[in-house]
């Protein structure tokens, strides 16, 4: 059973080799353009036969440049030109916003003066310093008004003892 799974393994790694060069294959032939004569290689061919061959692939070698620009000259025709980004048109923007007479929702909900819970919570304290206040007021009054008729009866005793 063990030779069973090796073999059924090995079966399966030599099937995705061969899809792999094939892919390979069809990459390399999608990049060349028609004017290259270059001879294309055989699916089992991984490597050039002769050292000229191979040296003149590692020559070749086709960089693309995209964010850096190279001090060689021969390397600055790799530079290519940035990606030029298409037009976005904001559809929201471009219309103009409807205009609605009525009254936002959401004014009615808030209250109409901030300070409505501070009142409500202090209410009760307020109501006795107002108590407290009007006493204070009414007790002012009344020593005002005893002194006022301290001085009047003063000043009529005055009058009559000079008379």
């Known amino acids: ?16 080799r061969e899809r792999l060069r094939a892919l390979k294959a069809a990459r390399e032939l999608s990049e060349t353009p028609a004017e290259d004569d270059k001879p294309v290689q055989a699916e089992g061919d991984d490597e050039p036969e002769d050292d000229a061959e191979r040296d003149k ?7 693309k440049f995209r964010n850096y620009l190279p001090h ?6 790799g530079k290519l030109a940035p990606p030029v980004l298409p037009k976005f048109e904001d559809p ?6 409807e205009q609605d007479d009525k009254e936002d ?16 919570d202090v209410q009760k304290k307020l109501d006795k310093l107002e108590k407290r206040t009007q006493k204070a007021i009414f ?10 008729k301290k001085l009047e009866e003063g000043e009529a005793e005055g009058s009559v003892q000079e008379q």
Do not use: C
């Not at 059973?1 to 995705?16: C, D, I, P, Y």
């Not at 692939?57 to 960089?63: G, H, I, S, Y």
């Open 72 to 77: 060689d000259k021969q390397l600055q025709e």
């Open 105 to 120: 929702p959401f004014l009615n909900i808030a209250p109409k003066k901030p300070n409505w819970d501070l009142r409500r």
């Open 139 to 148: 007790q002012l009054m009344e020593e005002e008004q005893e002194k006022q």
């Open 57 to 63: 692939e590692e020559n070749n070698v086709n960089m």
């Open 1 to 16: 059973m063990g030779s069973e799974e090796e073999l059924s393994v090995e079966q399966a790694a030599a099937e995705r």
């Open 92 to 97: 929201v923007a471009t219309e103009p916003p």
